[in-house]
């Protein structure tokens, strides 16, 4: 039997066993879980396989864009779509859901990025699977001169950082010690994977420079889905703001509409005490329209650099882990809020998500821990990705990624 099978997230609001015995059987079953399928074998197998067919396959490595339309790539009469990821799954349902939304396809340019290992196979995808009339480039982060260590100081620091490596490789002990609580539990694992250190996620925060010609671009994450045209992204009046982005403070889901500065920062350090305000609203990651001309002008970078540094000096008890927090200090006055229905958060928390707002939303976000390409996915909330992935695709099939199985 599959151990996974056990492991549905709605498992974890079973009711009827006995509580204390169910809590640690869970949080057993998840910590063994996430440990060993935090890449899923299918999604490994793709990866493998595509990498393998860029050696092989002339057509896997032909230039994408084709020389004719590079210039498009910096011609800001273009929408711009910029994704980092290491999924090469979720990379084509967000590049796939995006285009199929979109009413000017051949409007849409995509930047994909990804780190070494994953670009061949990344690249590979790309190639066979064309969106036409949408342009995609795929780029590997040792490809943009930029990214160096001078330019990037900090997060080589906290890379290498004793403290970080003891978070998330050593000290097994804090993690089970959460375990009366397999919510806790899940997130805490999720914060421990090595994704949320690596440069992939930190990435966003250099966009004015890895983009010098481009003026207004949309970022994505990689556990988002595209249901709507997102092409009025481009004319809202972000009113001299550098992040037109979801505030998270305001609205009628209690769970995800909660967030404010305290939710996020250890305001018994004194060091945050005494500079931010733990009322201020958060907002979210996931789908931003970034002005990076409006970027360019300020310090958002330097002051972003600035609090991680301090993080590290403080021994990480600034803030839990993740690249949120330092973002909501560099981009203080600089965040000009959208209205919610552009962006809904909070798929994958909870199985108890309003259907109905999912269909209505224009990009919904799998933010939980229960990832929809994931065996632990909500299955009433797994096919608004699945419709997404072509299940005939010759690489998908060969890794047996399948189409899971609704009963009803
Ligand atoms: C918050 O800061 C205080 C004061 O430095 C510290 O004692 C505490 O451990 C910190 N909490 C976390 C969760 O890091
Ligand atoms: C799905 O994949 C098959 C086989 O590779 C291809 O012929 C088909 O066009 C794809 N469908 C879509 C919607 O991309």
Known sequence: ARVSAVLSCASLQMKNMDKEVKRSRLAEQLYKHYASTAIPKGIHCLSLRLTDEYSSNAHARKQLPPPELLPLLSDNSFQHYILASDNILAASVVVSSTVRSSSV?????????????????????????????????????????????????????????????????????????????????????????????????????????????????????????????????????????????????RGEDNWVMSKRFRTYFNFSHPVIDR??????????????????????KTNIRDTYHFWLKENLKAGLTLWKFGTLPPALIAFRGHVHGIDPSWHMLGLGYQESTDIESVKKAAVIHYNGQCKPWLDIAFKNLQPFWTKHVNYSNDFIRNCHILEPLYDR
């Open 105 to 249: 396809p051949e409007k849409v340019v995509f930047h994909v990025i990804t780190d070494k290992k994953t670009y061949p196979g990344m690249h590979s995808w790309f190639a066979l699977n064309s969106v036409s009339p949408a342009i995609v480039e795929v780029k590997g982060v040792h490809q943009f001169d930029w990214l160096t260590r001078e330019n990037v100081p900090v997060l080589e620091a906290i890379e290498n950082h004793r403290g970080v490596r003891n978070h998330y490789h050593g000290d097994h002990g804090t993690v089970s010690s959460a375990s009366d609580n397999p919510r806790v539990l899940a997130s805490k694992l999720q914060a421990r994977s090595p994704k949320y250190i690596s440069l992939l996620n930190h990435l966003r925060i250099y966009l004015p420079e890895l983009f010098p010609s481009l003026n207004k671009v949309v970022f994505l994450d990689d556990d988002i889905v595209v249901q709507r045209d997102l092409s009025p992204l481009w004319e809202i009046d972000l009113e001299g703001k550098v992040n037109g982005a979801v505030e998270t403070c």
């Open 275 to 296: 500079s931010l305000d733990p009322d201020e609203c958060a907002w979210a990651y996931g789908m931003n329209i970034f002005d990076l001309e409006a970027w360019r």
